[in-house]
C-alpha cells in the first residue's frame, strides 16, 4: 500500500510539471507569431515608425477544472479535501524532479482523478438535507420534500457509551396489568313489530253534533229525522286487547323457525297487529315461488298452534303475508263505522259500512259504484248481520225521498223485522212466486226511467235528478205527450201535451237475502230478470245486493258472475266454493263471525272484519223509522203489472210466448209430422237438429193443440190432423 502510494504521487508530479512546460511552449510560440506579424506591417506602411514589440509577462497556464469543481451539486463540502492519508509529503520531491515525458500521461491522470474522487467520497460526511428546499434542485417535478422527525423521543431512556460497563442492576418486578374481560360484540336484533298506537277513528260532523246535544227552544217536530247514532252500542264499552312488542317478535322467530322447517327460506320484516288477525310480512328468498309458501297454509297453522293461517300476497310489495288470528278478538260494531269520518262526511251516494281492515281502520264501501254485490257464505259466517249492518248504513244515511228498498226474503225471517219502515216500496217479499214479479216490475222500471232520461237528454240518475234540481229553482214545469184517444174521422190517435210538476227519482236498492231458494222454484225467470238488471240498471239508479249460502255453479252461474264484478265472500266450506266466488282460494280460511273477504270490481281482494249488530239494535232503529209514518207501498210492485205490459216484458226477457223464430220452428216441425206421420221427441230432435229439450216442448204444444194425441203405454202417439193429399 505504501509502495501504491508514492507511485501515485510520483506520477502527479511529473504530469503536473509536463503540462507547465507544454503552456510555456505554446506561449514561445504564440509570441514569434505575433512578432512576424509585426513586420509584415511595418514594410507595407513605411511612414509608421516600428518599435520594439511589448512582451507581457508570462502567466500561469490556468489549471483544467475537475469533475468535482464543475459539479458542486455532487457535494457540498464545508472545508478544503482532505490529503489522502497514503500520500507521505516527502514523496512530493521526488515527483517533481521526474522526467516529463511520461508515457501514458492522460491514462494515469483519469486512474489518479478516480482513486482521489473515490476517496473523497469516503471520507467526507454525508451532506445535511434541508427540509425546506426540495430534492429536485427547482426543476419542478419529482417527489415533495421528504421531512424527517427530529423532535427526541423523550420517554425513551438514553443510550450508555460504549465504554459503559454491562448494566447488572436487577429489573423491576412486572406487575401483570389485569385486562377487562373481552366483550364480544352481540348484533341487536332488528326491529319488526309494527304497532303504531291505534287512535279512534276521527268522529264526523254528525257524531260531535250529536255528542253536544241543542237546546230546542221551539216545538218543531221535522218531517223525517234520520236514526241518531246512540240507538247502537257504544263502541267505549268494548274491551281491548293488546300483545307486547315482545310476544310478537318471539312469535315472528318461531314463525322463521316453522317455515325453515318446510324449507322456506326468508325473513320476516314486519308484523301488523290489527283487531282480529296478525299480519307477519315474509320477505322470501330469491327463487322462492310465492305457490308453495300458499300451499303450506294449513302446515303453518298446525305449527304455530293457530285456528288457521291464510298465505297471500301482498299487492304492490314483494312480500307475501301471512296472517294468523290473535287468541284474544276484538269485537267491532256498527256505532264505530258509522260514527267515522269516513261514513259520516264522505260524499257517496250508497255508502255501506264493510267493517274494519286488518289494521284496524274503518272500511266503507260506494254501492254506486260497485254497481251490483254478490255476497256468499256459509251458515254462521255473519252473512246475515253483514246485510243487517248494510240496509243500518243505507238507513242511516238516505231519507225514503233518497232511496226505496225491494226487500225479498224466502226464509221469511231476517229481513221480515223491516216490514214497515218508509224506505220500502213495497213490503217484504217472501213468496218465490211473487219475488219473480217483484223482479219484473223492477225491470218494468228500469225501462221507464230510460226513457225519461232519453227524453231529458242526460246519461244518468245524477244528471236526471240535477235538471229536477234547476227546474224546481226556477218553478219551472216538465211536459209530456200522452194520447188521449183516436179520432172519430180518420181513426188516427189523438195526442195531447201536459205539463207537471218534476220529481227526482230516488235510487232503488234490491236486496236477496238467499238466492238458492229462488233459483230452485223459478230458476230461468229469476236469472233473466237478475242478468237484464244487471247488465242495465246502472245508470237507472237500481242495484242489486244478493246473497246466497250455497256457492255452486248451478247457483251463481256465469252469466251472473259476468254481470257481479263487486264480491264478498265469507267463510265457505272448501276451496272450490272459494274460487267459484272468488276466482281464488283463501275463503276456507276464514274465522267466521264476520270475517270476510272483499273483492272491489273485480281487483284485489282485501280481508276485513264485519261490525256485530244485535236484534234489539235493528228493532230500536225500525221503531225510530216506523214513528215518522205508514209506508208509501206502490202496488203494482206485487200485483204486477196488466196484462199487456207484462207480456213487453217477458218479450224483454226472452220469457213465456213464442217468438218469431220459435213460431217458425214449431210450423216447420208440424209440417213434419203431417207429412211423415210420425211424432216423438227423438223424430223431431233429428229432423230438426235441436235440444231435447225444445223438441219435448215443440210435442207438448202440438198435444196441447189437438194435433196429437198423448203418448200410449209405450210411448207412441196418434197423428189427429187428416193427412193431405
Avoid at 218508509?422 to 219473480?436: E, G, N
Wanted: with cysteine; aromatic share 4%; proline share 9%.
Amino acid at each position: 500500500m505504501n509502495m501504491l502510494g508514492k507511485s501515485a504521487a510520483k506520477a502527479a508530479d511529473a504530469a503536473r510539471a509536463g503540462q507547465e512546460k507544454r503552456a510555456e511552449r505554446k506561449e514561445a510560440a504564440r509570441l514569434a507569431a505575433l512578432a512576424a506579424q509585426a513586420e509584415i506591417d511595418a514594410g507595407i506602411v513605411p511612414e509608421l515608425v516600428a518599435e520594439a514589440p511589448l512582451t507581457a509577462p508570462p502567466r500561469p497556464a490556468p489549471e483544467r477544472p475537475s469533475l468535482l469543481s464543475r459539479m458542486p451539486s455532487l457535494i457540498r463540502r464545508p472545508d478544503v479535501m482532505p490529503e489522502p492519508e497514503l500520500i507521505e509529503p516527502a514523496l512530493t520531491a521526488d515527483l517533481a524532479n521526474a522526467p516529463d515525458s511520461m508515457p501514458g500521461e492522460d491514462r494515469i491522470r483519469a486512474k489518479i482523478a478516480d482513486a482521489v474522487r473515490m476517496r473523497a467520497s469516503a471520507a467526507a460526511p454525508p451532506p445535511a438535507i434541508d427540509p425546506e428546499r426540495p430534492l429536485t434542485n427547482g426543476r419542478g417535478r419529482g417527489p415533495d420534500a421528504l421531512v424527517l422527525d427530529t423532535t427526541p423521543h423523550l420517554d425513551l431512556p438514553p443510550e450508555p457509551p460504549l465504554t459503559a460497563t454491562p448494566y447488572t442492576a436487577t429489573p423491576a418486578p412486572v406487575v401483570p396489568q389485569q385486562q377487562p374481560p373481552m366483550q364480544v360484540p352481540v348484533s341487536e336484533p332488528r326491529k319488526v313489530v309494527q304497532n303504531p298506537v291505534r287512535k279512534p277513528p276521527a268522529p264526523s260532523r254528525r257524531a260531535k253534533a250529536e255528542a253536544q246535544p241543542a237546546l230546542a227552544f221551539e216545538d218543531t217536530t221535522p218531517a223525517f229525522e234520520l236514526p241518531p247514532l246512540s240507538l247502537l252500542s257504544n263502541p267505549m264499552d268494548i274491551k281491548r286487547h293488546h300483545l307486547s312488542d315482545e310476544a310478537l317478535e318471539e312469535n315472528a322467530r318461531m314463525l322463521e323457525s316453522v317455515l325453515d322447517d318446510y324449507g322456506v327460506k326468508g325473513e320476516i320484516v314486519s308484523v301488523r297487529p290489527g283487531p282480529v288477525v296478525t299480519m307477519y310480512e315474509l320477505e322470501p328468498a330469491p327463487g322462492l315461488k310465492a305457490s308453495r309458501v300458499i300451499g303450506l297454509a294449513d302446515d303453518i297453522a298446525r305449527s304455530m298452534a293457530a285456528l288457521s293461517a291464510r298465505v297471500s300476497t301482498v299487492p304492490g310489495r314483494s312480500v307475501i303475508g301471512i296472517e294468523l288470528p290473535n287468541v284474544n278478538r276484538e269485537m267491532c260494531v256498527l256505532r264505530e263505522v258509522l260514527a267515522a269520518r269516513d261514513f259520516g262526511d264522505s260524499n257517496m251516494q250508497l255508502p255501506l259500512a264493510l267493517g274494519k281492515d286488518i289494521g284496524g281502520d274503518p272500511m266503507v264501501a260506494n254501492l254506486a259504484k260497485m254497481p251490483h254485490l254478490l255476497i256468499a257464505g256459509t251458515t254462521g259466517s255473519g252473512k246475515s248481520v253483514a246485510i243487517n249492518t248494510m240496509i243500518l248504513s243505507l238507513l242511516y244515511k238516505l231519507t225514503p225521498a233518497e232511496c226505496r228498498l225491494i226487500m225479498i226474503d224466502p226464509k221469511m225471517l231476517e229481513l221480515s223485522v223491516y216490514d214497515g219502515i218508509p224506505h220500502l216500496l213495497s213490503p217484504v217479499v217472501t213468496d218465490p212466486k211473487k219475488a219473480v214479479v217483484a223482479l219484473k216490475w223492477t225491470v218494468g222500471e228500469m225501462e221507464d226511467r230510460y226513457r225519461k232520461m232519453s227524453k231529458m237528454g242526460v246519461r244518468n240518475i245524477e244528471g236526471y235528478n240535477g235538471r229536477v234540481k234547476e227546474a224546481l229553482a226556477k218553478n219551472d214545469m216538465f211536459s209530456r205527450t200522452v194520447q188521449t184517444g183516436f179520432d172519430d174521422e180518420t181513426g188516427d190517435p189523438v195526442f195531447e201535451t201536459e205539463e207537471f210538476a218534476p220529481e227526482a227519482l230516488p235510487y232503488i236498492v234490491v236486496i236477496v237475502d238467499e238466492m238458492a231458494d229462488l233459483m230452485m222454484v223459478a230458476g230461468k225467470e229469476i236469472e233473466a230478470c237478475i242478468q237484464r238488471l244487471a247488465q242495465m240498471a246502472r245508470a237507472s239508479g237500481i242495484h242489486l245486493i244478493m246473497a246466497t249460502q250455497r256457492p255452486s255453479v248451478d247457483v251463481i252461474t256465469g252469466t251472473i258472475k259476468a254481470n257481479f264484478p263487486t264480491r264478498i265472500s265469507f267463510q265457505v266450506t272448501s276451496k272450490i266454493d272459494s274460487r267459484t266466488i272468488l276466482g281464488e282460494m283463501g275463503a276456507e280460511q276464514l274465522l267466521g263471525m264476520g270475517d270476510m273477504l272483499y273483492m272491489a270490481g273485480g281487483a284485489k281482494i282485501t280481508r276485513c272484519h264485519g261490525p256485530f249488530v244485535s236484534d234489539e239494535e235493528v228493532e230500536e232503529v225500525v221503531n225510530h223509522l216506523k214513528a215518522y209514518g205508514p209506508p208509501d207501498y206502490v202496488g203494482t210492485v206485487l200485483d204486477g203489472p196488466d196484462s199487456d205490459r207484462e207480456s213487453d216484458i217477458d218479450l224483454v226477457l226472452g220469457l213465456g210466448g213464442n217468438t218469431d223464430s220459435e213460431n217458425a220452428l214449431y210450423d216447420t216441425a208440424v209440417q213434419i209430422v203431417i207429412k211423415d206421420r210420425k211424432c216423438s221427441t227423438s223424430y223431431i230432435q233429428r229432423k230438426l237438429a235441436i235440444g231435447y229439450n225444445k223438441a219435448a216442448r215443440l210435442v207438448e204444444q202440438m198435444e196441447d193443440q189437438g194435433l196429437v194425441s198423448p203418448a200410449n203405454h209405450v210411448g207412441k202417439r196418434e197423428i189427429l190432423v187428416p193427412e193431405q193429399q
